[in-house]
């Protein structure tokens, strides 16, 4: 490892309790403070991925946390990644790759034979870092998972990383959650465990006060941070809890708004596709379980990625939703599937090797792209930049896809031609109708590129006679919120403190 590397980890008394987000606002807190910084989480599972500048597939986690900390995301910041595939099973990405799709019993018993890369990739950054900040999974005391832990305390011992346990008061229980996961490691893991951060707090502080001493007496360990809930800064998420209905609340369309509805698929994922619409002033998005949501008063509907397209396409047939999206684009609104909703947007898809189905399994889509696709074995990885064919519009984003979409027919045209970024090689990609009203594409992060998502919005506001709005700047105000996240953190948390822990000298803001 790197001489004089130093390390700390972030573990959790459960999921969504805040782990990336806290590491996020290290990262940028470090990185503020002039050192070099990379983040690290051994194994993550979610359907909400990237591909990075090797070409390679990691968690969102990750890339949010190395552009918090000004570096380029790496396959070795995430060198195991787990994608659930909504039959049991996840598909598991070593360093980048696809490597194989296991069960839950089976990736259990199939987890120490990854160690030895985890490590190689821990290595890896530890000779360009001075200081690696590291993300635990779920909770850190699985009694019943940690025989073959590969991410939590297991991951912090091999490298001797200070821990710090965050939990989540708004959820409630917050001293069970504490006191509990205290109460259930082992000696060696409480040496380790330096305090704690309690986050997304919720009125006012005096009246915790109590509740710190309690905490601190009952463990012998400094509650380090009480954060405030926030709502005015804007991080992605790094999976779909973000979609539960509580978390993300109904809006009514409204007539002088671009009214988008979103299908929440089952195997919803790289939702925050669609995080940028949220962030316009007049578009009204909502995600739809039920059919019958799907009114006239929406202006465009989406459908996003999925980790399973033949499972999903079956539940759409199943739950109505294909009569109701036809009826819908028959109506002449908009219609937009990225990946895998491109896919269920044509006539079928076939899985003749058994990628996410039985063997030779095919299932019809919606018929509204005079498309097919057939999956293949191996999985297309890489960023691409190009242009619309009709515009010339310019988009830019990656493809992450098992399947191979072809026209079946001559209705419609392709909606962009495209390259990988350097390469010389371009091709035509993606799907339009004739009337130009439905549209499929591979392109993740397509509704980034200002002139596009302009473009889109615009035609849809001066069919109701809405104010046509000039392209607004993409995602780049998220390098803004990382400074918010950190001045947050630095607000609430005793920052020093942790810089302390980790055997670093101080160091100046």
Same mark, same amino acid.
């Given at each position: ?34 050192? *070099? ?12 991925? $990237? ?24 396959? &070795? ?17 070593? &360093? ?62 091999? =490298? ?40 997304? +707090? ?10 710190? *001493? ?19 800064? &804007? ?12 978390? *993300? ?78 009826? +819908?684009?028959?109506?002449?609104? $908009? ?27 095919? =299932? ?17 990885? *890489? ?17 992450? &896809? ?108």
């Amino acid at each position: 490892m790197g001489q004089g590397t130093k390390a700390i980890m972030f573990l959790g008394t459960g999921s969504d309790v805040g782990k990336s987000i806290v590491a996020t606002a290290l990262c940028r807190i470090f990185k503020r403070r002039g050192l *070099r910084v990379a983040p690290f989480k051994a194994q993550n599972m979610s359907n909400n991925s $990237f591909v990075t500048a090797e070409g390679g597939e990691i968690g969102r986690a990750q890339v949010v946390q190395a552009e918090a900390a000004g570096v380029l995301p790496s396959v &070795h910041m995430n060198p195991v990644l787990l994608k659930p595939s909504g039959s049991g099973s996840s598909q598991v990405v070593l &360093h980048g790759r696809v490597a194989t799709e296991l069960s839950a019993m089976e990736y259990h018993h199939y987890k120490p034979r990854l160690k030895h890369a985890v490590m190689a990739s821990y290595k890896r950054l530890a000779e360009q870092y001075q200081v690696i900040v590291m993300e635990g999974a779920g909770s850190c005391c699985e009694m019943n998972l940690k025989e073959n832990d590969l991410v939590n305390f297991q991951m912090a011992l091999a =490298v001797g990383a200070p821990c710090i346990l965050v939990a989540d008061i708004d959820r409630g229980g917050v001293f069970a959650q504490i006191i509990g996961s205290y109460h259930l490691m082992e000696k060696r893991e409480r040496e380790l465990l330096q305090g704690f951060i309690i986050n997304k +707090f919720r009125g006012d502080p005096r009246l915790f006060e109590s509740g710190i *001493r309690y905490i601190e007496e009952k463990t012998g360990k400094p509650v380090l941070g009480l954060v405030p809930y926030y709502e005015h800064i &804007h991080i992605d998420p790094e999976d779909s809890v973000a979609l539960q209905p509580d978390k *993300r609340p109904y809006k009514f369309p409204q007539p002088n708004a671009v009214n988008v509805a979103v299908v929440r698929l089952p195997s919803i994922s790289n939702f925050t596709d669609l995080e940028i619409l949220e962030r316009e002033t007049d578009v009204v998005l909502n995600y739809l379980s039920r059919p019958s949501e799907l009114s006239r008063h929406y202006d465009m509907l989406i459908l996003p990625g999925t980790k399973n397209v033949m499972n999903d396409a079956r539940w759409m047939a199943k739950r109505g939703w294909k009569g109701a999206i036809k009826e +819908f684009a028959r109506s002449e609104k $908009f219609v937009l599937g990225i990946c895998g909703g491109y896919q269920l947007l044509g006539q079928e898809v076939v899985d003749p090797y058994g990628v996410e189905a039985e063997p030779g399994a095919r =299932v019809k889509g919606l018929g509204l792209l005079a498309v097919r696709t057939v999956l293949d074995r191996d999985k297309i990885v *890489r960023k691409v930049i190009g242009k619309t064919i009709d515009s010339s519009i310019r988009v830019k984003g990656y493809e992450i &896809h098992m399947g191979r979409t072809r026209a079946c027919k001559e209705q419609g045209q392709p909606f962009a031609r495209i390259h990988e970024p350097g390469g010389k090689e371009k091709w035509e990609e993606g799907w339009l109708s004739e009337n130009g009203r439905i549209l499929g594409t591979y392109i993740h992060g397509v509704l980034d590129s200002p002139g596009f998502r302009a473009w889109l919005l615009n035609l849809i506001r001066e069919e109701k006679g809405l104010e046509p709005k000039k392209a607004r700047p993409g995602r780049l105000s998220r390098f803004k919120d990382y400074d918010k996240l950190a001045d947050h953190f630095e607000r609430y948390c005793d920052v020093e403190r942790i810089i302390g822990f980790m055997g670093l000298e101080p160091v100046e803001k």
